[in-house]
């Protein structure tokens, strides 16, 4: 497996740290609102790393936190605490955002076929682990108490830019309104560990610490949370793009300080979702798209994955509908023929073997999906009988998980006109019963639809429906 290794600047081959498995972690999201179409291109890209690591046989354990406290809107340690943000915004408690915005991004990363990580976990759950590690720091002279809070020192560090050999203005290009000095820190690239006397006069999560009472900095989450779950030796962290500085940068930092070492191997970097025009797409700039709104227009979730993977992970994805529409048209057709795929007879094993070899060049050349998604084609236009076809379409959605077998879809599509006028029908009838508060006469409803084969389910954007066995 070769992919670019953003702390050498090079594609390399994958040497994992102990034989046969692999120590994997994914930033997880900041759960203050839905995630938008952009995050989940990062989870999308990382997902098919993870699946194409299983795929050639490595024992991989992968975790991922939820941020839910410390990450401000700068990236730094400046602006507002973004769940904060997100409470105000909603005239709930934090815990209430996070909850629902954790659930959300659970169900959209379902819809879009990304494997939920073997370890899933909020920063919330381990302020002890915090509080250790910056314990420790303080210990080893890596930290200082300055204004009450606690601050990291890069100037202790050799080499704190560890990615590239940029400098802090070309990396500053990252980091959102980064406005005003903090003068507690001695130098300019100190960042916060704990923050003791509070930012937020209204800040709602806070805990007991050495230091008083505070919350953390958004960085030593992803520290703590990985090395509790995978040790002080990892092989490959993910993230989008604009995690490289000043969050993995700091990551790095402070974990290579706590444990002395060399911490992480692979640094895996996704591109961004770009508007046209180039502009990032971004929660805190509002231009967002949600999975909820593809499929209100009408797209299937799926076929976001499959535009996601038809370009490569290292280059900025413009998106724009009149590309979708396209490639909807294309994830019907091919999904037609893998459903139309019979099984007639023996798999060829020869030929299975070569085209199955095919895929894993091409994905494990730097995770060219693009040309792994060429290979089913050249596969569907092999001579050979469908079940040697099947058999390795079926192999390659191991890793691409396009969702070409799953027949529901398909059904949805073929559904005549005229039932699906009658469902539309009901479900405004439905609605109608609702308003007037005629309960008995809405579940009437849902069942006269169910006993025809139609389930309907209510989402935050409305009634939606599927056809059940
Ligand atoms: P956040 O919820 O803001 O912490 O971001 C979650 C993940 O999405 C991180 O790995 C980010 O680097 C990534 N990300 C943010 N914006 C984009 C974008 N426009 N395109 C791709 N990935 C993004
Ligand atoms: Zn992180």
Partial sequence: MKFFNTLTRKV?????????????????????????????????????????????????????????????????????DKMLKGAKREHKTVMEIAAHYTNAFMDDCKKLN?????????????????????????????????????????????????FSNQTEEELKVGVRDDVSEDTNKRNKSDFVLWFTKSKFDNQELKWNSPWGIGYPGWHIECSCISMKHLGEYMDIHCGGIDNIFPHHTNEIAQSEAFTGHKWCNYWFHVHHLVEKGGEKMSKSAGNILTVSVLEEKGYNPLVYRFFCLQSHYRKPLEFSYEVLDNITSAYDKLKKKVLSLKDDGEVAKDVYNEYRSKFE??????????????????????????????????????????????????????????????????IEERKAAKKEKDFAGADAIREELLSKGVAIKDTREGTIWELVK
């Fill in 361 to 426: 060049d091409a994905i494990t050349n730097d995770l060219n999906t693009s040309s792994a998604i060429t290979v089913i084609y050249d596969v569907l236009a092999l001579q050979v009988n469908d079940a040697t076809k099947k058999a390795l379409i079926k192999s390659f959605e191991e890793v691409l998980s396009l969702g070409l077998f799953t027949e529901c879809e398909e059904k949805k599509q073929e559904i005549s006109s005229e039932l699906e006028q009658f469902i539309l029908e009901k």
């Fill in 114 to 162: 990304i494997k939920r990580p073997d370890v899933v976990e909020p920063a919330t759950n381990c302020i002890p682990e915090f509080i250790n590690m910056v314990e420790v720091l303080l210990e080893k002279g890596y930290a200082y108490v300055a204004g009450e809070n606690v601050y990291f020192d890069t100037s202790k560090l050799k080499n704190y830019y560890v």
């Fill in 12 to 80: 390399e081959t994958f040497v994992p740290n102990v034989d046969g498995k692999v120590n994997m972690y994914t930033c997880g999201p900041t759960v203050y609102h839905f995630a938008h179409i952009g995050n989940l291109r990062s989870y999308i890209m990382e997902d098919v790393l993870e699946k194409t690591l299983r795929y050639l046989g490595y024992d991989v354990k992968r975790v991922m936190n939820i941020t839910d406290v410390g990450h401000l809107t700068s990236d730094g340690d400046t602006g507002e």
